[in-house]
């Protein structure tokens, strides 16, 4: 089943256009890499398909229901408020700089959407929110804020927050890039193990290593149009110039 | 001349002084920030308008403002409008001026608040008033209790502007004792209470940044 679907996503800002017709889904259990150099419009496309931004032209669908649908001419038509924010909850997304409440504790941080949003109970959502928090390694911080947390615990955190609305895909956004390599491990054996219980995912990262264990499928983005798209095994054993030299300087061999 | 008899006479007026205080942060705080909105508006006219009223409001002295409300019933609309009218007066100008200045420090506020608190809420799929009431607002609030603190004062000192409308506040009483009896004693009491009161406000705001010291 395609949780995800994106046809001919079209993007500009002002006279610059950043998405020049991008095309992809994602199937159910299906983990999803985005790569490419800064600029290419890999954060772009996160932003558009969660509706941070709308895109100008072409269709969002989540399982099949049109968030956003183009028109005779292409303009993309965005569907009810209502029906889009019922299309939200099968996603969540994972910010680069993690985006938590400062003021709430890590427990009110994770509780709060599943409660106002989910309308569950206060105590329901409590331990929904003390079980992600065990599983993801931080069961002693839920009275914790988020400024006494390391960057990684605090990633974690965000994690789990967006996790505690069941989503049905994850979004991540260059998820470790505020993170020093010790960090970014431990932020990316959690992802790991999300991706091991088969969790829908898509990924924007910089961390090859990392994309090429984990993805079913790899997406190389230059210049606002898909340039490779493959398997982990296809795009790292590419004959593509562009692509080697790209993955070349992130540093693997 | 008693010490005695200038502190009952100065308390009498210390009375209308808080009162004028209290009123004036009841009705000007929750307005700044309708004012606020006004000013942050997308709407090109409601912004406009309230730019130009914090305008007027910041770019007159507010002795002036106190004295054009007060005869703007009559002037205006031709209402003649008994002496009680003149604490209304002074509490409807006070208002107006302070909810101006509050508006800006909200202003400045919201606007540097990190646009990724607002996407967090988005995606989290929280509505514009939960975002704004629960997210928002308590950091806004933080933020922006240092000048908070620094109008509040200035209110304290300024509601020694009433007597331009004849409404007895402390320093008007100060004023009169002073000129029958000749002493600059009670100006010199009331320097005292106006910066005891201050003390307190600022301790009791001080008390209230400390409370949100539990987070960053």
């Not at chain 2, 007060?70 to 008994?82: D, I, K, R, S």
């Not at chain 2, 007895?168 to 002073?178: G, L």
């Not at chain 2, 009331?190 to 009791?204: D, P, T």
């Amino acid at each position: 089943m395609k949780i995800l679907e994106i046809k001919n996503m079209k993007k500009s800002f002002g006279n610059l256009e950043v998405l020049k017709g991008i095309s992809l889904s994602v199937n159910e259990g299906e983990v999803l890499s985005i790569i490419g150099p800064s600029g290419s419009g890999k954060s772009t496309i996160l932003r558009c398909a969660t509706m941070l931004d709308h895109m100008d032209e072409g269709d969002l669908l989540y399982l099949d229901e049109y968030a956003a649908k183009s028109t005779q001419g292409g303009k993309s038509i965005y569907s009810s408020k209502q029906d889009l924010k019922r299309i939200r909850k099968n996603f969540g997304l994972v910010f680069q700089n993690f985006n938590l409440f400062p003021h709430y504790s890590v427990l009110k941080n994770i509780t709060e959407a599943p409660i106002l949003v989910d309308g569950i109970s206060k105590k329901e959502a409590e331990l929904r929110a003390q079980s992600l928090l065990d599983k993801l390694g931080l069961a002693d911080k839920s009275d914790a804020f988020p400024y006494q947390l390391s960057g990684g615990q605090q990633q974690r955190v965000s994690i789990a927050r967006a996790l505690a609305l069941q989503p049905k895909l994850l979004f991540f956004d260059e998820p470790t890039s505020a993170l020093d390599p010790e960090l970014t491990s431990e932020v990316l054996k959690v992802i790991k193990e999300l991706a091991e219980e088969k969790m829908t995912m898509v990924i924007v990262t910089h961390e090859m290593q990392f994309a090429k264990e984990l993805s079913d499928r790899i997406i190389f983005i230059e210049d606002g149009i898909i340039q490779v798209e493959g398997s982990s095994k296809e795009i790292f054993n590419t004959d593509n110039a562009r692509l080697k030299e790209f993955i070349g300087k992130f540093g693997h061999k | 001349m008693s010490i005695y008899f200038i502190l009952t006479q100065l308390g009498q007026g210390f009375l209308t002084t808080i009162l004028i205080f209290i009123l004036t942060l009841l009705f000007s705080l929750p307005l700044g920030l309708v004012v606020s909105f006004g000013r942050m508006s997308k709407i090109f006219l409601i912004r406009t308008i309230s730019k130009f009223y914090i305008s007027i409001m910041r770019g007159t002295p507010l002795m002036l403002q106190l004295i054009v409300v007060f005869f703007a019933p009559y002037y205006v609309f031709g209402l003649q409008m008994g002496s009680s009218f003149r604490f209304t007066a002074v509490i409807v100008a006070f208002v107006l001026n302070y909810a101006a200045y509050f508006a800006e420090i909200y202003r400045g506020g919201i606007e540097s608040m990190p646009v990724g608190q607002y996407e967090a809420c988005k995606v989290l799929g929280f509505s514009k008033a939960q975002t704004f009431i629960r997210i928002i607002l308590p950091q806004v609030f933080k933020r922006i209790l240092p000048p908070l603190t620094n109008e509040t004062i200035t209110l304290v000192k300024d509601t020694s502007l009433a007597f331009v409308l004849s409404v007895v506040e402390m320093f008007t009483t100060a004023k009169q004792i002073a000129a029958s009896e000749t002493t600059m004693l009670p100006l010199m009491i009331a320097g005292v209470f106006y910066y005891v009161f201050n003390l307190i406000v600022a301790l009791g705001l001080e008390r209230i940044e400390n409370s949100l010291n539990y987070y960053r």
